[in-house]
Protein backbone atom coordinates (compact mmCIF):
# COMPACT_ATOMS: atom_id res chain seq x y z
CA UNK A 1 0.00 0.00 0.00
CA UNK A 2 1.28 2.96 -0.61
CA UNK A 3 1.73 5.74 1.66
CA UNK A 4 -0.05 9.04 -0.01
CA UNK A 5 -3.13 7.97 -2.18
CA UNK A 6 -4.10 9.95 -5.02
CA UNK A 7 -6.63 9.76 -7.86
CA UNK A 8 -4.96 10.36 -11.31
CA UNK A 9 -8.19 11.37 -12.79
CA UNK A 10 -8.26 12.61 -15.35
CA UNK A 11 -10.70 15.11 -13.89
CA UNK A 12 -12.74 17.19 -16.74
CA UNK A 13 -14.37 20.27 -15.32
CA UNK A 14 -16.19 23.32 -16.93
CA UNK A 15 -15.12 26.84 -16.61
CA UNK A 16 -16.23 28.64 -13.09
CA UNK A 17 -16.96 25.26 -11.66
CA UNK A 18 -15.13 24.06 -8.29
CA UNK A 19 -12.35 21.78 -8.64
CA UNK A 20 -11.99 19.23 -5.72
CA UNK A 21 -8.82 17.19 -4.98
CA UNK A 22 -8.23 14.63 -2.50
CA UNK A 23 -5.51 12.58 -1.14
CA UNK A 24 -5.40 10.10 1.74
CA UNK A 25 -2.23 9.32 3.48
CA UNK A 26 -1.34 6.41 6.20
CA UNK A 27 1.16 7.52 8.49
CA UNK A 28 -0.22 9.45 11.32
CA UNK A 29 3.61 10.65 11.90
CA UNK A 30 3.07 13.01 8.73
CA UNK A 31 3.18 16.52 9.97
CA UNK A 32 3.29 18.93 6.66
CA UNK A 33 1.31 19.25 3.72
CA UNK A 34 1.50 20.79 0.54
CA UNK A 35 -0.21 21.23 -3.30
CA UNK A 36 2.31 21.38 -5.66
CA UNK A 37 0.88 21.97 -9.57
CA UNK A 38 2.56 20.79 -12.35
CA UNK A 39 1.84 22.19 -15.89
CA UNK A 40 2.74 20.40 -18.89
CA UNK A 41 6.80 19.42 -19.24
CA UNK A 42 7.57 21.85 -16.74
CA UNK A 43 8.78 21.49 -12.75
CA UNK A 44 6.14 21.35 -10.06
CA UNK A 45 5.31 24.55 -8.52
CA UNK A 46 4.32 24.82 -4.74
CA UNK A 47 0.67 25.97 -4.43
CA UNK A 48 -0.20 25.43 -0.75
CA UNK A 49 1.17 24.62 2.58
CA UNK A 50 0.17 24.42 5.84
CA UNK A 51 0.79 22.12 8.59
CA UNK A 52 -2.55 22.21 11.08
CA UNK A 53 -5.99 20.99 10.62
CA UNK A 54 -8.56 23.25 9.52
CA UNK A 55 -8.68 25.02 6.28
CA UNK A 56 -6.21 27.28 4.49
CA UNK A 57 -7.48 29.97 2.06
CA UNK A 58 -5.37 31.07 -0.81
CA UNK A 59 -7.28 33.58 -3.55
CA UNK A 60 -8.99 30.52 -5.53
CA UNK A 61 -7.27 27.77 -3.46
CA UNK A 62 -8.31 26.25 -0.14
CA UNK A 63 -6.24 23.60 1.20
CA UNK A 64 -7.87 21.75 3.82
CA UNK A 65 -6.65 18.63 6.20
CA UNK A 66 -8.04 16.27 8.48
CA UNK A 67 -5.57 14.57 10.37
CA UNK A 68 -8.17 12.42 12.32
CA UNK A 69 -9.42 10.98 8.83
CA UNK A 70 -5.51 11.31 7.10
CA UNK A 71 -7.44 13.15 3.98
CA UNK A 72 -6.22 16.19 2.57
CA UNK A 73 -8.16 18.63 -0.41
CA UNK A 74 -7.46 21.44 -2.41
CA UNK A 75 -10.19 23.22 -3.83
CA UNK A 76 -10.10 25.30 -6.85
CA UNK A 77 -12.86 28.23 -7.12
CA UNK A 78 -13.91 29.85 -10.09
CA UNK A 79 -11.90 27.30 -11.98
CA UNK A 80 -9.79 28.30 -15.24
CA UNK A 81 -8.84 27.09 -18.19
CA UNK A 82 -5.13 28.28 -17.01
CA UNK A 83 -5.75 25.93 -14.45
CA UNK A 84 -5.25 23.13 -16.67
CA UNK A 85 -2.33 20.95 -14.91
CA UNK A 86 -1.68 17.96 -12.94
CA UNK A 87 -1.82 18.27 -9.19
CA UNK A 88 0.43 16.91 -6.30
CA UNK A 89 -0.27 16.39 -2.72
CA UNK A 90 2.85 15.99 -0.75
CA UNK A 91 3.46 15.15 2.56
CA UNK A 92 6.02 15.06 4.86
CA UNK A 93 7.22 13.71 8.48
CA UNK A 94 8.92 15.93 10.74
CA UNK A 95 12.38 14.36 8.88
CA UNK A 96 11.97 16.10 5.70
CA UNK A 97 11.31 13.39 3.19
CA UNK A 98 8.48 14.33 1.41
CA UNK A 99 5.61 11.72 0.36
CA UNK A 100 3.67 12.79 -3.30
CA UNK A 101 0.57 11.30 -4.44
CA UNK A 102 0.76 10.25 -7.95
CA UNK A 103 -1.19 13.26 -9.25
CA UNK A 104 -4.74 14.22 -10.38
CA UNK A 105 -4.88 15.91 -14.34
CA UNK A 106 -7.25 18.25 -13.70
CA UNK A 107 -8.77 19.57 -17.54
CA UNK A 108 -10.97 22.81 -17.81
CA UNK A 109 -12.61 23.40 -20.65
CA UNK A 110 -14.24 26.96 -21.94
CA UNK B 1 15.41 35.67 -4.88
CA UNK B 2 16.08 31.90 -5.50
CA UNK B 3 16.47 30.39 -8.83
CA UNK B 4 17.18 26.66 -9.78
CA UNK B 5 18.60 25.66 -13.16
CA UNK B 6 18.61 22.77 -14.87
CA UNK B 7 20.66 21.19 -17.87
CA UNK B 8 20.13 20.33 -20.23
CA UNK B 9 16.39 20.85 -20.83
CA UNK B 10 16.07 17.62 -23.02
CA UNK B 11 18.53 14.65 -24.02
CA UNK B 12 18.33 11.69 -25.86
CA UNK B 13 20.60 8.99 -25.27
CA UNK B 14 22.07 5.43 -26.21
CA UNK B 15 21.37 2.46 -24.39
CA UNK B 16 25.01 2.10 -22.67
CA UNK B 17 26.07 5.67 -22.78
CA UNK B 18 27.11 7.71 -19.91
CA UNK B 19 25.14 10.47 -18.06
CA UNK B 20 25.48 13.49 -16.72
CA UNK B 21 22.66 16.00 -15.89
CA UNK B 22 23.64 19.00 -13.49
CA UNK B 23 21.49 21.51 -11.16
CA UNK B 24 22.26 24.55 -9.99
CA UNK B 25 20.99 26.83 -6.93
CA UNK B 26 20.99 30.59 -6.95
CA UNK B 27 20.11 33.56 -4.22
CA UNK B 28 20.68 30.45 -0.64
CA UNK B 29 23.31 29.08 0.66
CA UNK B 30 23.95 25.47 2.18
CA UNK B 31 21.16 24.27 1.06
CA UNK B 32 19.30 20.72 1.13
CA UNK B 33 19.13 19.87 -2.86
CA UNK B 34 17.49 16.68 -4.11
CA UNK B 35 17.21 14.40 -7.31
CA UNK B 36 13.33 12.99 -8.19
CA UNK B 37 12.56 10.95 -11.26
CA UNK B 38 8.96 11.04 -12.38
CA UNK B 39 7.71 8.69 -14.80
CA UNK B 40 4.85 9.19 -17.14
CA UNK B 41 1.80 9.53 -15.01
CA UNK B 42 3.40 8.13 -11.85
CA UNK B 43 4.46 10.87 -8.82
CA UNK B 44 7.33 11.73 -8.17
CA UNK B 45 10.26 9.11 -6.69
CA UNK B 46 13.20 10.46 -5.03
CA UNK B 47 16.51 9.26 -5.92
CA UNK B 48 19.19 11.00 -3.99
CA UNK B 49 19.34 13.82 -1.24
CA UNK B 50 22.31 16.04 -0.02
CA UNK B 51 22.56 18.24 3.16
CA UNK B 52 25.88 19.17 2.33
CA UNK B 53 29.20 19.35 -0.10
CA UNK B 54 29.80 15.82 -0.38
CA UNK B 55 27.13 14.56 1.92
CA UNK B 56 24.92 12.69 -0.52
CA UNK B 57 22.09 9.63 0.83
CA UNK B 58 20.71 7.38 -2.09
CA UNK B 59 17.04 6.16 -1.93
CA UNK B 60 16.57 3.69 -4.67
CA UNK B 61 19.45 1.39 -5.40
CA UNK B 62 20.00 1.53 -9.50
CA UNK B 63 22.78 2.71 -11.91
CA UNK B 64 22.95 6.01 -11.19
CA UNK B 65 24.66 8.15 -8.66
CA UNK B 66 24.79 11.68 -7.51
CA UNK B 67 27.01 14.35 -6.11
CA UNK B 68 27.62 17.39 -4.96
CA UNK B 69 31.00 19.17 -5.83
CA UNK B 70 29.70 22.50 -4.30
CA UNK B 71 27.59 24.17 -1.93
CA UNK B 72 24.97 25.18 -4.72
CA UNK B 73 26.00 22.37 -7.36
CA UNK B 74 24.03 18.62 -7.32
CA UNK B 75 25.14 16.39 -10.46
CA UNK B 76 23.33 13.28 -11.31
CA UNK B 77 25.08 10.68 -13.09
CA UNK B 78 25.19 7.46 -14.56
CA UNK B 79 28.28 5.11 -16.52
CA UNK B 80 25.62 3.43 -18.81
CA UNK B 81 22.36 4.03 -19.19
CA UNK B 82 19.50 1.52 -19.78
CA UNK B 83 16.11 1.59 -21.20
CA UNK B 84 14.54 2.21 -17.82
CA UNK B 85 16.34 5.27 -17.06
CA UNK B 86 13.88 7.25 -19.59
CA UNK B 87 12.18 9.81 -17.59
CA UNK B 88 11.14 13.28 -16.26
CA UNK B 89 14.22 14.26 -14.15
CA UNK B 90 13.94 16.89 -11.43
CA UNK B 91 16.42 18.74 -9.15
CA UNK B 92 15.06 20.45 -5.85
CA UNK B 93 16.05 22.39 -2.99
CA UNK B 94 14.87 23.13 0.31
CA UNK B 95 15.91 25.40 3.19
CA UNK B 96 17.34 23.64 6.41
CA UNK B 97 15.37 24.31 9.40
CA UNK B 98 15.75 22.82 12.72
CA UNK B 99 13.95 19.65 13.73
CA UNK B 100 11.37 20.26 10.50
CA UNK B 101 10.81 20.07 6.89
CA UNK B 102 10.38 23.08 5.01
CA UNK B 103 8.73 23.48 1.29
CA UNK B 104 11.02 22.32 -1.67
CA UNK B 105 11.25 24.13 -4.79
CA UNK B 106 11.38 22.69 -8.02
CA UNK B 107 13.65 23.31 -11.06
CA UNK B 108 12.64 23.00 -15.01
CA UNK B 109 13.52 19.62 -14.86
CA UNK B 110 15.67 16.88 -17.70
CA UNK B 111 13.55 15.22 -19.80
CA UNK B 112 15.43 12.07 -20.66
CA UNK B 113 14.89 9.92 -23.43
CA UNK B 114 17.06 6.58 -23.95
CA UNK B 115 16.95 4.70 -27.08
Known amino acids: QKEVEQDPGPLSVPEGAIVSLNCTYS??????FMWYRQYSRKGPELLMYTYSSGNKEDGRFTAQVDKSSKYISLFIRDSQPSDSATYLC??????????FGAGTQVVVTP | SQTIHQWPATLVQPVGSPLSLECTVEGTSNPNLYWYRQAAGRGLQLLFY??????ISSEVPQNLSASRPQDRQFILSSKKLLLSDSGFYLCAWSQKSSGRTDTQYFGPGTRLTVL
Open chain 2, 50 to 55: SVGIGQ
Open chain 1, 27 to 32: NSAFQY
Open chain 1, 90 to 99: AISDSWGKLQ
